[in-house]
């Protein structure tokens, strides 16, 4: 959605933003591209009257792979953009190419050397773009070169995230004409320019689920305001599948409602696979895995999107947990217990998922290296703190 920022030429006012890292590298390629962002409160403003550069920084592409959204953007914009390979978590083989082919496809000139990515045009002209397995970011990115492209744009093997969904609706708030938003296949019809908007941030469903994890593994109540309960189908069914009692709940007060959890027992053993939405979220695959360490039997696991997940699994068997890995599939004999010890935070997701299990082990667990986990979650200290979890920084 930030990146889409720079396809219209005056402001954009996002509510309901979290206070991440990712959020804030973001902003900073923004405000490199020419863009001026103001943040107040949960409110983040962005001008994009004066964007000029097409090159989106180094320094920015190391620490987040997103930053290749911005191509697409740049591209729609300016008719150029220039990035490298980006980097973030390490958890396996995620190649670009997609992207690079999505730009093609629309009539763009890509060239590689050495790292650097460039992509060009004259104009950008819609086309039919087919996707040979699912690519949320590659998604995106087609949506962003293809909204001011001239003529119709079909994307076939489109990614089906809520994610995508909210962001058709923020370009038709802006002036696109996307249909299809949610589905495998969404067309296109370029339109001259994009205008300005207010857009209000949905509930971030992996957070919601994180807190879920954290909930099963040590147990208890807790109410999650905000999250979206309409796009955790699959999240939702699992962890009712492991004993928690899931339900929604609405308030008066509070228009958006939210997920209520109790845990009474331990989580029972599962049979569960990742996959593409509305399959379960690669995602929540590391903090599943920390709920099923401490399951009253035995739980497989098989990962399905990235092979480099099970890398947590290392760390939770120093607290305890016996995880068997061979290839893309995780063996967890659950245990009634775990011990803190020192583990040590290898992505985003997996920091997240150690927290789950710090809270449901005995002792004192430190875990290191968690600049990973604040690229994602606003404060998961303030939150657990808030539900009775003695955890701080």
């Not at 490298?84 to 009539?107: N, Q, T």
């Not at 939210?258 to 695959?285: A, K, V």
């Amino acid at each position: 959605m930030l990146a889409a920022s720079i396809l219209q030429k005056g402001t954009i006012r996002f509510t309901n933003v979290p206070t991440i890292q990712d959020v804030s590298c973001m902003v900073g390629i923004l405000e490199s591209a020419g863009c001026v962002c103001r943040r107040q409160g949960d409110s983040l403003t962005v001008d994009a009257s004066g964007v000029c550069s097409s090159v989106i920084p180094r320094e920015y592409v190391g620490k987040m792979r997103s930053s290749i959204l911005v191509m697409g953007a740049l591209l729609g914009r300016l008719g150029e953009a220039v990035t490298w390979y980006p980097g973030g978590c390490s958890i396996g083989s995620r190649p670009v190419e997609l992207h690079l082919k999505a730009f093609s496809c629309l009539g763009a000139e890509v060239k590689e050397e050495e790292g650097r990515l460039e992509a060009f045009c004259t104009r950008l002209t819609g086309g039919r773009i087919h996707f040979p397995f699912s690519s949320v970011g590659a998604t995106e990115n087609a949506l962003l070169a293809a909204v001011l492209a001239e003529g119709r744009t079909v994307i076939e093997g489109a990614a089906r995230e809520p994610e995508i969904e909210s962001l058709c609706r923020l370009l038709n708030q802006m002036g696109g004409r996307i249909t299809g938003g949610g589905s495998s296949r969404i067309c296109v019809e370029g339109v001259k320019c994009l205008h300005g908007t207010e857009f209000r941030v949905p509930g971030d469903r992996i957070a919601a689920g994180t807190y879920l994890a954290a909930i099963a593994a040590a147990g208890g109540r807790a109410r999650l305001w905000g999250a979206p309960w309409e796009s955790m189908e699959a999240v939702i069914r699992a962890f009712r599948a492991c004993g928690g009692a899931v339900e929604p709940f609405a308030s008066e007060s509070e228009p958006f409602g939210g997920i209520e959890m109790r845990m009474e027992t331990r989580p029972h053993p599962l049979m569960l696979s990742t996959g593409p939405y509305p399959g379960f979220p690669t995602d929540l695959q590391s903090p599943m895995l920390a709920v099923l360490s401490l399951a009253d039997g035995e739980s497989r696991l098989k990962e399905n999107v990235f092979e480099g997940r099970f890398r947590t699994a290392g760390e939770l068997c120093r607290m305890g947990a016996q995880i068997q890995v061979s290839g893309r599939e995780a063996v967890i004999c659950g245990r009634p217990g775990l011990s803190g010890a020192g583990v040590k935070a290898w992505d985003l997701r997996g920091g997240a998922a150690l927290v789950a299990a710090a809270l449901a082990a005995e002792g004192e667990t430190r875990i290191s290296d968690c600049i990973h986990i604040e690229r994602g979650y606003e404060d998961i200290c303030r939150d657990i703190r808030g539900l009775g979890g003695d955890i701080r920084n």
